[in-house]
């Protein structure tokens, strides 16, 4: 599904247009090569994949994949994703132990109890804070944006408009939402530290992994999701969902 002239929805449960369990997985169109960010929960590779050609581009372009933390969620289709495509999996090195050895910061009871079970994925390369990985075209920035894990990292593009977008995983949702907090791993002050600066990116768009992306005006929305972490406890309780 396109969103923009570089960023395509192909996966993700919440929109039904793949498996149940899969978080919201995103293409990067960079000029013919094809980059993806997270892999969703495993049972929906087949269905991201056919996604992609819908969207009229040849599977066989896919270079990278990046996984943006450990969850299930985000990187149970990755091992699959490799074997069909041969595509690079890249993850930050602060998560790369978690996932190849599908740690507890990975979640796996709470995959199993969704019916989830796939291999632990091998990764090609592992990234860092300030890291730019061309693909095609586009630069693809690393940012290092702890605190929902400590090695979750969001991607910052130029889209082909001109526009910054930012995916930003499972640390920064839209609409204020916090999403899931205190997993293994989690650190609030880390987390908080993220936002302010993903703000300080000053971000055009962002697509998060859950919850619905923001097509403009996403520095603003940012935002609401700071207010919101550093309101009082009270408040925060109230409003998660
Ligand atoms: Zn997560
Ligand atoms: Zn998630």
């Known amino acids: 599904m396109k969103l923009t002239d570089s960023a395509f929805l192909v996966g993700g449960s919440a929109y039904g247009i793949s498996a149940a369990g899969d978080c919201n997985t995103y293409l990067i ?33 896919l ?16 091992h699959e994703l490799k074997q069909l495509t041969r595509c690079k999996l890249l993850a930050h090195e602060d998560e790369a132990g978690a996932i190849v050895n599908l740690d507890e910061n990975v979640l796996m009871d709470m995959a199993r109890d969704r019916g ?21 075209e586009v630069g693809i920035n690393v940012l290092h944006t702890p605190g929902h ?20 995983g499972d640390i920064a949702s839209t609409t204020g939402r916090l999403g899931f907090i205190n997993g293994p791993g989690f650190d609030l002050p880390k987390w908080k530290s993220s936002i302010k600066r993903l703000i300080s990116e000053k971000p055009d768009r962002i697509y998060p992994g859950h919850n619905t992306f923001m097509l403009r005006g996403a520095t603003n929305d940012l935002m609401l999701t700071d207010q919101k972490m550093n309101a009082p406890w009270t408040t925060i309780v109230t409003s998660v969902g």
């Open 116 to 136: 989830l079970n796939f291999k632990a994925p091998k990764l090609d390369e592992t990234v860092r804070d300030g890291d730019c990985i061309t693909v095609g």
């Open 29 to 61: 169109d960079c000029g013919g090569d094809l980059a993806l960010v997270d892999t969703g929960g495993g049972s929906g590779v087949k269905t991201i994949l056919e996604n992609i050609r819908l969207d009229g581009f040849d599977t066989k372009r």
């Open 149 to 168: 894990t400590p090695g979750c990292m969001s991607l910052s593009i130029t889209e082909r408009d001109g526009k910054k977008g930012i995916f930003t």
């Open 63 to 78: 270079k990278v994949a990046f996984l943006t933390h450990c969850h299930f969620d985000h990187i149970g289709g990755a």
